[in-house]
T-cell receptor, first 114, second 111 residues
Framework: DTAVSQTPKYLVTQMGNDKSIKCEQN?????MYWYKQDSKKFLKIMFSYNNKELIINETVPNRFSPKSPDKAHLNLHINSLELGDSAVYFC?????????????FGSGTRLTVV | DAKTTQPPSMDCAEGRAANLPCNHSTISGNEYVYWYRQIHSQGPQYIIH???NNETNEMASLIITEDRKSSTLILPHATLRDTAVYYC????????????FGSGTQLTVLP
């Protein structure tokens, strides 16, 4: 019944590896996001997809590649992982329209690069 | 990039009202005020949002000043479970709206 689910919850990997984080939402929302929360706890948007199309791509290294196979899924693939990629990554979804204000966030994926 | 200013921390006694202020003096006419909170290690949780009028839901009330340059989130009867970081955010409502989180207010509810 989880509205926005991310897997895995924890991910420990070595530098240089490639890893993916999956996100699925069952809310019927048309927009999905990836946020990164670093050790200082700042939440920064990375990407936004609306109906499977990329609409926001903040200044993120091109080692990060989002993929949206359908509007219920937004996966994040990271190549050549670096120590600085260690953070908590949150997926979120929302529905366009002024009357629906909320983003629904997943519970996060804690990525540790060693 | 944050367009809001919040106190870094506040305490509140359990059972009392918690009033969390936010300044957003550069808010534009079509931007909404959103409030989210993040309980330790969890994903942010939507609380409430408003444009001009005061709003109330089962979680909280939002009071927006007439000039819209500031707002206050009110938790009417704070409980220990309300201890969290509270974020005040301004943003649009279109399909590409982007919410930029600032540093928020750490609210600690004391027994």
């Amino acid at each position: 019944d989880t509205a926005v689910s991310q897997t895995p919850k924890y991910l420990v990997t070595q530098m240089g590896n490639d890893k993916s984080i999956k996100c699925e939402q069952n809310l019927g929302h048309d927009t999905m996001y990836w946020y990164k929360q670093d050790s200082k706890k700042f939440l920064k948007i990375m990407f936004s997809y609306n109906n499977k199309e990329l609409i926001i791509n903040e200044t993120v290294p091109n080692r990060f590649s989002p993929k949206s196979p359908d509007k219920a899924h937004l996966n994040l693939h990271i190549n050549s992982l670096e120590l600085g990629d260690s953070a908590v990554y949150f997926c979120a979804s929302s529905q366009a329209g002024a009357l629906t204000g909320g983003y629904t966030f997943g519970s996060g994926t804690r990525l540790t690069v060693v | 990039d944050a367009k809001t200013t919040q106190p870094p921390s506040m305490d509140c006694a359990e059972g009392r009202a918690a009033n969390l202020p936010c300044n957003h003096s550069t808010i534009s006419g079509n931007e909404y005020v959103y409030w989210y909170r993040q309980i330790h290690s969890q994903g942010p949780q939507y609380i409430i949002h408003g444009l001009k009028n005061n709003e109330t839901n089962e979680m909280a009330s939002l009071i927006i000043t007439e000039d819209r340059k500031s707002s206050t989130l009110i938790l009417p009867h704070a409980t220990l479970r309300d201890t969290a970081v509270y974020y005040c955010i301004v943003g649009g409502s279109g399909s590409a709206r982007q919410l930029t989180f600032g540093s928020g207010t750490q609210l600690t509810v004391l027994p």
